[in-house]
């Protein structure tokens, strides 16, 4: 094959030009020589394209299969790089450490001339810095419970003794104690401990901590100012409690942090170190009732102690409750004892019954005969009056006219009544109105008995004809100061044509509540009054017959007649009132003063404003006293008094006793609103309250001095110079901080003239030993504020707490300052020496 491709004779084509024109002149051999020509070159091109690739591959199989010929480095000049690696490091550390030594004391000493300071999150309490602390002493009746010989006050108060010890000099110092949160700023630390030392004993009318919080936030709000500190004080809050129920107010938590803000950068810090014992046992006498604090003599008094026990072992717990009078108010004066089991955890109550009690003030003390942890709970006091009724004036021109008024007031035993006529009303040498009579008509030598009418509970005014004469001596003229004092007065009128009408409309215009016009008969009224109806009548009756009282829901809720729904709701026998009403044919017509109010109208009219008013009332102003509204007058508008004549002219059927107890039960109301209800009559009170005892009326003067006796009251505090007006007896704390009964008297020639009294108790929550949630106390304190505290434990161990405070960084800084030349210059020294 190889020779006859050897043997082929290679024909040049002809020159491209030649083609060129043989193609375009259309000879055909000439196209097809040149595709031939094209063919070919194509094949020798890719000839070509394969050799020169293959002459290459050599070139790229050395390059590949290329190998290096091997060095042997000089091992003593390869050791002399390797140092010089390592000395060149060595050295970029060095100047590395020099530099950024120099840069930070550049840095440190701009640093300290900004001055900055920053606040400790775990900084001891001990240190130069003074600090605004405000302690509170919980000193709750609860605070007295005993655990180790000690009770838990006693503990708190050595615990703050040291506590004190704990503070840097010059810190403004604080005491607040839980019976009295009023406090302020004390001069010195030694003034806090000599106050911290007086709260030896708990104290009753304490308010919550809650409150002693308040108050040292108070405090810490103008401590600056108060202490003249030219910088910010940091501010401290220690509260030392038993963390007893009623020592936290868990309601106040909210106000408190809203009050927190208002206390100026940097905020108070609060530890709270807790005294209350985990498993209390306690037996305690929660409370002493009685429902009705006046009896009349001879009345037993019934008498309700309540005992409780929580933590005492096994089922129950049996005590023994004591009941002793204070010397002198029993006729029998001896001691009655009974004993009641009470389970764990509850309460059982222990009935009373005390007979032949003498007349006057009565005061018992009921104790548990076994003593306990909480001594402040083992007594209750008790204080209720034994006595004749109370008196009434009623004064009248004719005596037998006020028979059935007397005697109304007679079956009721609440009140005593003495009839007298106007003539018997006098004026003393000392400006007072007096009344004087005899006490036994059987004796009408013996002397006269003179009684101021501030002595009695009211007055009454029963169809007196003439009350505005004689001129400048008159009736109204003597009653007037009694009312502007105080005074309380009911005014029925007469008949038509008996009494002057001039001297009520004109003569007490400043006293009365309205002016009477005409009298009025239901027969005669045009138009007729609507049927009245009543719920015990078999069908109603015409009105021109009679009108009764409109008593219906608005009428009830006036305190006049508000027990007469009392009556309704508990079925009581008096409510034939409503049940079979009384009705009034004849009232006067009474043109109501602006200053008036009406407490009952007339069931007249269909048209509640066209009602005629059948009781009106107004206060009586002073005009010493700033025009203060002091005394009081009712206004009736039909009669009360009974007389004789013929005709009968009987306006009403009010004193017909068959079918309702109205005859007795309507005088009752009168005098039981202006004098107040027995049933009201309260004389026990709970530790802290503020007292006020009425004072004697008429009894007093100028230069008398009411003596004040219990538990707690010494020297001045014993002693009460009323004013020429003051009307009672304030007593407030601290007075009233303590447990225990009390007696006011005023005394002449070596005896007294007049005594009363009252009884201060520990609230029952005091004896509720248990803890409130930790939650709850953490909310405001912040979490892990809340320490227990025992015995064994110190309390500079427990004092590293967060203050919050800012530190001074300059002298540290400047220290640091020094140090880092200090260290620069070794270092640098020790770096660049040259080595000998």
Excluded at 24 to 35: D, F, K, V, W, Y
Excluded at 170 to 177: I, L, M, N
Excluded at 457 to 483: F, I, M
Aim: glycine share 6%.
């Amino acid at each position: 094959m190889l020779r006859t491709i050897a043997s082929w004779e290679l024909v040049p084509p002809p020159p491209r030009d030649t083609v060129r024109a043989e193609i375009e002149l259309g000879h055909p051999q000439s196209r097809q020589h040149a595709a031939v020509a094209g063919t070919y070159n194509g094949i020798m091109n890719a000839i070509l394209i394969a050799g020169a690739a293959l002459v290459g591959l050599p070139i790229l199989l050395h390059l590949i299969m290329k190998q290096e010929p091997k060095r042997l480095p000089f091992p003593a000049f390869r050791f002399l790089k390797q140092k010089l690696k390592t000395n060149q490091r060595k050295l970029r550390l060095r100047h590395f450490i020099l530099l950024a030594l120099r840069m930070l004391i550049i840095a440190l000493f701009c640093l300290t001339l900004y001055q900055p300071t920053f606040k400790s999150d775990q900084l001891n309490i001990r240190g130069e810095q003074p600090v605004a602390a405000v302690i509170i002493i919980d000193t709750s009746p609860s605070t007295g419970y005993m655990a180790n010989d000690k009770s838990r006050l006693e503990d708190a108060r050595s615990r703050a003794l040291e506590f004190l010890n704990e503070l840097p000099d010059k810190s403004p110092v604080a005491v607040v104690d839980t019976s009295d949160p009023n406090a302020v700023w004390l001069p010195d630390v030694a003034a806090a401990r000599r106050r911290i030392e007086e709260l030896k004993e708990p104290r009753g009318g304490n308010q919550s901590v809650s409150a002693a919080i308040a108050a040292a936030y108070q405090l810490l709000a103008k401590v600056e100012q108060e202490t003249e500190s030219p910088d910010p004080l940091q501010k401290l809050v220690a509260v030392f409690t038993d963390r007893a129920v009623s020592s936290w107010d868990a309601n106040r938590t909210e106000d408190l942090k809203k009050l927190r803000e208002t206390v100026p950068d940097p905020k108070p810090v609060h530890v709270v170190f807790d005294f209350g014992a985990d498993q209390p046992t306690n037996v305690s006498i929660l409370s002493v009732e009685m429902k009705s604090q006046v009896i009349a003599e001879n009345q037993t008094a019934n008498v309700v102690v309540t005992v409780g026990a929580v933590g005492a072992a096994g089922a129950g717990v049996e005590a023994t409750v004591i009941a002793k009078p204070v010397a002198g108010v029993s006729k029998a004066d001896r001691s009655i004892s009974k004993v009641v089991t009470i389970p764990n955890g509850q309460t059982r109550t222990v009935p009373f019954e005390f007979r032949d009690l003498k007349e006057g003030l009565n005061q018992w003390e009921f104790s548990l005969k076994a003593p306990d942890n909480l001594m402040i709970d083992n007594t209750r006091f008790l204080t209720f009056k034994v006595g004749a009724a109370r008196r009434i004036l009623t004064i009248t021109d004719d005596k037998k006219a006020a028979v059935f008024w007397q005697v109304a007031h007679i079956v009721q035993e609440e009140f005593s009544c003495l009839v007298v006529t106007p003539d018997q009303i006098k004026i003393s040498d000392g400006g007072q109105a007096v009344v004087q009579y005899i006490a036994d008509p059987k004796k009408p030598n013996a002397p006269p008995i003179v009684d101021d009418l501030r002595s009695f509970e009211a007055v009454c005014l029963l169809a007196v004809r003439e009350p505005n004469q004689p001129a400048g001596s008159s009736l109204w003229d003597k009653l007037r100061p009694y009312l502007q004092a105080g005074g309380k007065l009911i005014v029925a009128p007469a008949r038509e044509g008996w009494m002057n009408l001039v001297d009520y409309n004109e003569g007490a215009s400043d006293l009365m509540p309205g002016k009477f016009t005409k009298v009025i008969e239901t027969k005669k009224m045009n138009p007729a009054p609507p049927p009245q109806k009543a719920p015990t009548w078999d069908e109603p009756r015409s009105g021109a017959n009679g009108v009764t009282l409109v008593l219906d829901e608005n009428a009830l809720k006036h305190p006049m007649l508000k027990p007469i729904e009392s009556w309704r709701q508990q079925k009581s026998d008096r409510v034939d009132v409503i049940a079979n009403p009384r009705t009034t044919w004849k009232f006067w017509d009474v043109a109501r003063d602006p200053s008036a109010t009406v407490v009952a109208y007339y069931n007249d009219s269909d048209k509640p404003e066209a009602r005629h008013p059948a009781i009106l009332e107004r206060s009586v102003l002073d005009p010493k006293d700033n025009n203060k509204a002091k005394g009081k007058v009712v206004l009736l508008t039909t009669r009360l008094d009974v007389t004789e004549s013929a005709p009968p002219d009987d306006w009403h059927d009010y004193w017909t006793p068959e079918g309702s107890s109205w005859y007795a039960a309507f005088p009752n109301l009168l005098v039981r609103y202006l004098a107040g209800d027995t049933a009201d009559a309260n004389f026990n009170y709970p530790t802290g309250a503020t007292v006020t005892v009425p004072l004697p009326r008429g009894k007093l003067n100028r230069e008398s001095v009411v003596i004040l006796e219990g538990k707690g009251v010494e020297h001045n505090d014993a002693l009460i110079r009323p004013g020429d007006k003051q009307t009672d007896a304030r007593i407030a704390p601290p007075k009233t901080n303590n447990a225990g009964n009390f007696s006011l008297s005023v005394q002449k020639d070596d005896r007294d003239i007049w005594r009363d009294g009252f009884s201060l108790n520990v609230p029952p929550d005091e004896s509720n030993l248990d803890k409130v949630p930790l939650e709850a106390v953490e909310d405001l304190v912040g979490e892990g504020r809340v320490i227990p505290v025992t015995r064994n434990v110190a309390l500079a161990d427990l004092l590293s707490v967060t203050l919050g405070h800012p530190i001074d960084l300059f002298p540290w800084l400047l220290i640091a300052v020094l140090a880092a030349l200090v260290a620069e210059g070794f270092i640098a020294n020790r770096f660049y020496r040259r080595a000998k």
